[in-house]
């Protein structure tokens, strides 16, 4: 079955760094997502992306956050400069086409764990 | 603001059944969700349901939709260890998942 990958499974920095996350969503998928899961808290929504272009995002997504889809199967999350408090397991995910999105659930990476320092 | 709550902790014996219980705010949610999570993994989705369903069963699984009460549980039959996980319910809002707190599901032989 297809899936969503995410790397790295764990990334290490030091604060005030840039960080890429990255991300391959599910291939016929068009619609892309990135949520974060602070230890022991909810699955929080970051953000949201279609269409080449951010369709909603949260408060926590902030000037310091950005999204992009450099080529056809890649997703990226990139943390200017990362704070103590972005440490955190970030997920990507992907739902379906147009044709079935209201009939499409939502699918996850196994996560990236980010440790700020 | 929307929201979804769930108990934290259940612990059943193995070979029992287990319910876990949601309850949610937005009436217009489209579909429901559960999914678990392993110790350090991430959310497998387990299943769904679409809001104008009361029931869906898959194998083990049965899922129960109360929309006048916005409710929703997740029966797991013949409960095994490895079903010890955390369990997040989540509705849909606009374009994205709003995830309770999840239920901490230990299995004890």
């Known amino acids: 079955e297809p899936e969503v990958t995410q790397t790295p499974s764990h990334q290490v920095t030091q604060m005030g760094q840039e960080v890429i996350l990255r991300c391959v969503p599910i291939s016929n998928h068009l619609y892309f997502y990135w949520y974060r899961q602070i230890l022991g808290q909810k699955v929080e929504f970051l953000v949201s992306f279609y269409n080449n272009e951010i369709s909603e995002k949260s408060e926590i997504f902030d000037d310091q956050f950005s999204v992009e889809r450099p080529d056809g199967s890649n997703f990226t999350l990139k943390i200017r400069s990362t704070k103590l408090e972005d440490s955190a397991m970030y997920f990507c995910?992907?739902?379906?086409?147009?044709?079935?999105?209201?009939?499409?659930?939502?699918?996850f990476g196994n996560g990236t764990r980010l440790t700020v320092t | 603001g929307e929201d979804v709550e769930q108990s934290l902790f259940l612990s059943v014996r193995e070979g029992d059944s287990s319910v876990i219980n949601c309850t949610y705010t937005d009436s217009s949610s489209t579909y429901l969700y559960w999914y678990k999570q392993e110790p350090g993994a991430g959310l497998q989705l387990l299943t769904y349901?679409?809001?104008?369903?009361d029931m869906k069963q898959d194998q083990r699984l049965t899922v129960l939709l109360n929309k006048k009460d916005k409710h929703l549980s997740l029966r797991i039959a013949d409960t095994q260890t490895g079903d010890s996980a955390i369990y997040f319910c989540a509705e849909t809002y606009t374009d994205k998942l709003i995830f309770g707190t999840g239920t901490r599901l230990q299995v004890f032989p």
């Open positions: 995910a992907s739902r379906g086409s147009d044709r079935d999105f209201f009939d499409s659930p939502l699918h």
């Open positions: 349901i679409f809001s104008n369903m």
